[in-house]
């Protein structure tokens, strides 16, 4: 609209009442926009046992609650520095405490849709040439140039709640996302405390295995002794022979394993190959674990594991984006305005003979506002089968909330019960080492005596070693499940609390790449009271979310 001087008090009475009329509407349509379409999520109901099968059991402790620092259980200190090791230093953890500062930053983006969508400052200097040949009804002259600096914003209004939706998707996955970052952190520590336990067993059945050896160098001696005494032959010499020689062959294959479960425990703890040695000197036994366990009730498993926490929330968000579908099949309200000066040099009496210098008048002012209302009249199914995809993806999600819990509850129950007979298992596998020992002294005994030939033997050692390879793999398999029943029972997560999900060096990298404002808090001398996660006992959502 180009305003010359002689319209400009109509011009501004009509823009006024305009202006009243647009603001009527906004009042209107903000009134009438309390509520937002789409469903409400439910937490949905998910099948869980009331005790545990083996809840008689005295060695099960259901009064108490779960340790939240479980590790500790073990008395290991090597065992303590790793847990912490490897959640200061692990990438893949890192990886996703970094994506808890990108779903922040996309609560922002939603948040921000809520308000005018599109707010730009315009300016710009055309040159026009008028082609001589061409008809010029309004007898400007054929050359000149434009000015025009203005302002224009559009603002899709939140009418049935689209944009409060997608707020609640954003913030639900906000959420998600700190409960998948502490299911990595409840992962990561079962894994070190696993592989750690690997490497212990690989350190006790080398020293075994070499302790075996040492014994069946002994037998060989004796047997090449009878044999230059010419007591017996030299098939007794060859036979202990092949025993040493294939215990000794066993050696390099456990060292090897030795190695790589050490290069695995490097890499978790963010490391290259070789690089932890020095904590993993000393002690080398295979951890104690209790007698006991305290795993407290089954229901606590939906407040205390993270990827079920993770599931509800994932429900939650795909819930909001029903609505957020739905809200396309009903109109779109809209308020846009365009406001600014303009003048042009060399435009003759039709420009009102002005000049770049008239750019600010009065006269110069031009802008256009008003409601808009678009409709998707035909669409031909897409919006009602986007609206489908949605439900389905949401009913998906629901399932998939229940089968976690299913999962969580098997992978307790199992742990579990082979927390318990291993246990057993290794009382047992005790008795029947020390009747090994007893057997491989008595045959030996025998054989100088020449009661016994030395096949007797070489199975009394045969049978030792295998018994003691036994015993170091159940005790093993005690420590293996009960870490692996402290990670179904969900615990461990507890370590963040009140810690930084990314590390000093590395905030301070991306502040001098990217302005991260509230979301990166200000520099601290003090890294573990950084950037906070909040403790989520229970993960309930409330108002604005839902």
């Known amino acids: 609209m180009y305003c010359s001087q002689n319209d400009t008090k109509p011009t501004m009475y009509r823009g006024r009442w305009a202006i009243a009329g647009a603001v009527s509407l906004l009042c209107m349509v903000l009134a009438l926009s309390g509520c937002a379409i789409g469903p409400d999520f439910v937490k949905p109901e998910a099948k869980i046992q009331e ?19 479980w590790w500790k259980v073990f008395n290991d200190p090597a065992f303590d520095q790793l847990i912490k090791l490897a959640y200061q230093q692990n ?72 944009f409060r939706r997608d707020v609640q998707a954003a913030h639900a996955n906000l959420i998600a996302t700190e409960a998948d970052y502490d299911d990595a952190l409840v992962s990561l520590t079962a894994e070190v405390a696993r592989t750690y336990t690997v490497i212990r067993t690989f350190d006790v059945l080398i020293d075994l295995t070499r302790e075996n050896a040492k014994l069946q160098e002994e037998g060989l001696r004796i047997a090449e002794s009878r044999f230059h005494g010419g007591v017996n032959t030299e098939l007794d010499v060859a036979q202990a022979r092949t025993l040493l020689e294939s215990t000794r062959a066993s050696i390099p294959k456990l060292q090897s394993g030795l190695r790589q479960a050490q290069n695995a425990m490097s890499t978790l703890l963010g490391q290259p190959p070789g690089a932890i040695q020095a904590v993993l000197d000393g002690h080398k036994g295979i951890p104690a ?27 939650a968000a795909q819930c909001a984006r029903i609505g957020i579908a739905k809200a396309d099949l009903y109109p779109r309200f809209s308020l846009f305005g365009e406001i600014g000066f303009q003048s ?70 199992d742990a579990l019960i082979g927390f318990l007979k291993a246990q057993e298992a290794t009382a047992f596998t005790q008795n029947s080492v020390q009747a090994a020992h007893r057997s491989v ?74 302005d991260w404002g509230s979301l990166l808090p200000p520099p601290s001398p003090k890294p573990e009271n950084l950037n906070p996660l909040p403790a989520r006992d229970v993960p309930v959502l409330k108002k604005p979310y839902w």
């Open 91 to 162: 990438l893949p953890l890192q990886i996703t405490g970094l994506r808890i500062l990108e779903a922040r930053a996309r609560v922002g983006i939603a948040i921000g849709r809520q308000f005018p969508q599109q707010q730009e400052v315009f300016g710009g200097v055309t040159k026009e040439g008028i082609s001589e040949n061409a008809p010029n009804s309004s007898f400007r002259d054929r050359n000149l140039l434009d000015y025009q600096v203005g302002f224009d914003a559009v603002w899709e209004l939140d009418f049935w709640g689209k």
């Open 344 to 413: 042009s040099s060399q435009g003759g009496v039709q420009s009102n003979h002005a000049s770049f210098d008239n750019i600010f008048d009065a006269a110069s002012l031009f802008y256009s506002f008003g409601p808009q209302v678009q409709f998707p009249l035909f669409n031909y199914g897409r919006i009602e089968n986007n609206i489908r995809v949605q439900d389905a993806r949401f009913q998906q999600l629901i399932v998939n909330y229940k089968n976690t819990v299913l999962r969580a509850a098997q992978e307790s129950e």
């Open 51 to 69: 005790n545990w099968s083996e809840k008689g059991d005295s060695r099960v402790a259901t009064q108490t609650a779960v340790d939240s620092q």
């Open 289 to 315: 674990a209790p007698a006991e366990v305290a795993v407290s009730i089954p229901a606590e498993l939906l407040r205390r594991r993270p990827d079920i926490r993770s599931a509800e929330l994932s429900a």
């Open 441 to 514: 002294d008595i045959a030996l005994v025998q054989y100088r005596e020449g009661v016994v030939d030395y096949l007797r033997v070489l199975d009394t050692q045969r049978a030792l070693l295998q018994e003691e390879i036994r015993l170091a793999e159940t005790r093993s398999s005690v420590v293996t499940n009960l870490i692996a029943l402290y990670k179904a029972l969900g615990g461990g997560w507890e370590l963040r609390q009140g810690q930084s999900v990314i590390s000093e060096s590395m905030q301070a990298e991306m502040r001098k790449r990217t």
